[in-house]
């Protein structure tokens, strides 16, 4: 029962108020729910909240967080109404996040930003300005405060460990929000690594199929070329060891808020034992990962074709074939366009 539950609060839209003292972390704690895929908007008339929020439902957006400062003082004297309005009967989660940090900190951090306080009226020097202005502003938040579902001090942490903090709150670790999407994908070097790789393995290392004639013109995905390659003893360590380091590694992106982590396997075309090692990692990893093969459909450039006098005939392309196998350098990826006078 208790799993049930907690798959409707998660199935609910959600709404995070994030408000507390200038000077506290408000700006990083909204940038990194934006990170995490909330729509953000920051000091929105009061007036307006409740239907802004209805409108991003209705366009499918069902997580946003709202910045609320002193400045938004009709949302402060209405705080209780605007929140249940906000909530809708239950319809909605909402959070309310309210960072703070002692009176030292803040006027530390306004003196380095050289910022004038929000409330600041006083004539005086500059950090009785400031001192005057956060005792308003406590005096004035008192309320809000009193409604947080969540408060973080952040008068001893470094922006990092802040970000870090919110992630807890509500990033994928915390069950409110979806979790990072893994991507595993296979390559040929030959072409070059993909650009959005995040975590590239090699293994070029491993008996090649393209030199076994009955398997050279199939790709990886069938069935003769993925015994072959799972039959060897290197790939079977490689795959336990490599299985064990993302293991230890991808609840640690996850942790940090990384959206998507995309994991590259490179052979040399990126037609066989890429193709293999990508699908058995895919496996590895569990439901939810997404395997792709980018090069495994390239055609074989010594395989049976027309040739022109610009064409090396078979025995020198095996010859080049073999020399990118041992070349630890891949070719660049020009090598396979021409460009335009």
Do not use: W
């Not at 009176?103 to 050289?114: A, N, V, W």
Request: charged share 25%; with cysteine.
């Amino acid at each position: 029962m208790s799993g049930e539950s907690a798959a409707g609060r998660r199935a609910r839209p959600m709404v995070v108020v994030v408000t507390g003292l200038s000077g506290a972390g408000r700006s990083t704690a909204l940038r990194t729910l934006e990170d995490l895929g909330f729509f953000c908007m920051d000091n929105l008339p009061t007036v307006l909240a409740p239907e802004a929020v209805a409108l991003c439902e209705r366009g499918g957006m069902t997580r946003v967080a709202l910045g609320i400062d002193v400045r938004v003082r009709a949302f402060l004297g209405e705080v209780g109404n605007t929140l249940r309005e906000l909530e809708a009967g239950g319809q909605r989660d909402l959070e309310v996040l309210f960072v703070d940090a002692t009176d030292e900190t803040i006027l530390h951090r306004f003196g380095e930003t050289r910022r004038p306080h929000a409330l600041s009226t006083s004539d005086r020097d500059g950090a009785v300005a400031v001192l005057d202005g956060v005792a308003m502003e406590r005096a004035r938040l008192a309320p809000l405060r009193a409604r947080a579902t969540h408060v973080i001090d952040t008068t001893s942490l470094s922006v990092h460990e802040l970000r870090r903090m919110v992630i807890g709150h509500f990033g994928p670790a915390s069950g409110r929000t979806a979790g990072m999407s893994v991507r595993v994908v296979s390559f040929g070097f030959k072409y070059g690594a993909p650009v959005d790789a995040d975590l590239v393995f090699d293994v070029r290392f491993l008996k090649n199929p393209y030199f076994v004639p009955e398997l050279k013109a199939l790709p990886g995905t069938d069935p003769r070329v993925e015994r072959f390659v799972l039959a060897l003893a290197d790939t079977r360590e490689f795959l336990d060891r490599t299985a064990d380091l993302l293991r230890y590694v991808v609840p640690k992106y996850e942790r940090e808020g990384k959206s998507y982590l995309t994991i590259g396997i490179g052979c040399t075309g990126g037609r066989h034992r890429s193709v293999v090692v990508a699908e058995q990692l895919g496996v590895i990893l569990g439901e939810g990962v997404v395997v792709a093969h980018r090069d495994v459909h390239r055609s074989d450039p010594a395989g049976p074709r027309r040739r022109s006098p610009s064409v090396p005939p078979p025995e020198q392309a095996t010859q080049s074939e073999l020399a990118a196998e041992l070349s630890p350098l891949p070719q660049p990826v020009s090598a396979h366009f021409k460009v335009r006078p």
